[in-house]
Nanobody
C-alpha cells in the first residue's frame, strides 16, 4: 500500500482545509485508514479514523465536531475536512493504513498502522 497525502497549507484561525490521502496498491475499502498529526516537540497523535466494512468513524476529542473523515472508494482516497481550525491544530498531518484491523475497527495507536504517507504541513495562524 502506498499513500500520498496532500492539501496542507497556511490558513487563518477559524478557516478550513481539506486534506486528501490517495492510496494505491490495494483497494482502500478493504482496510482501516487513519489521520495522525505531529506538532513540533510533541508525539504523533491520532486525529480521526475510518474503519473498513461498515464505515465506522472515530475522532479524537480535540477535533470532534470540527473535523470530518470521509472516503471515496471510486477514487481510492480518504479525506479529512478540517473546519474551525485553531492555532493548536498546527502540525504535520499523516495518513496511515491499518491492514490488520477487523471489520469496523478503528485503532488509535500509531503502532497499529502498517503504512504511512509522507505527511502534509498544516499551519494555522492566530
Amino acid at each position: 500500500v502506498q499513500l500520498q497525502a496532500s492539501g496542507g497549507g497556511l490558513v487563518q484561525a477559524g478557516g478550513s482545509l481539506r486534506l486528501s490521502c490517495a492510496a494505491s496498491g490495494r483497494t482502500i475499502s478493504t482496510y482501516a485508514t487513519g489521520w495522525f498529526r505531529q506538532a513540533p516537540g510533541k508525539e504523533r497523535e491520532f486525529v480521526a479514523g475510518f474503519g473498513w466494512g461498515g464505515g465506522n468513524k472515530y475522532y479524537a476529542d480535540s477535533v470532534k465536531g470540527r473535523f470530518t473523515i470521509s472516503r471515496d472508494n471510486a477514487k481510492n482516497t480518504v479525506y479529512l475536512q478540517m473546519n474551525s481550525l485553531k492555532f493548536e491544530d498546527t502540525a504535520v498531518y499523516y495518513c496511515a493504513a491499518d491492514i490488520t484491523a477487523t471489520w469496523g475497527q478503528v485503532r488509535t495507536s500509531s503502532l497499529r498502522y502498517d503504512y504511512w504517507g509522507q505527511g502534509t504541513l498544516v499551519t494555522v495562524s492566530s
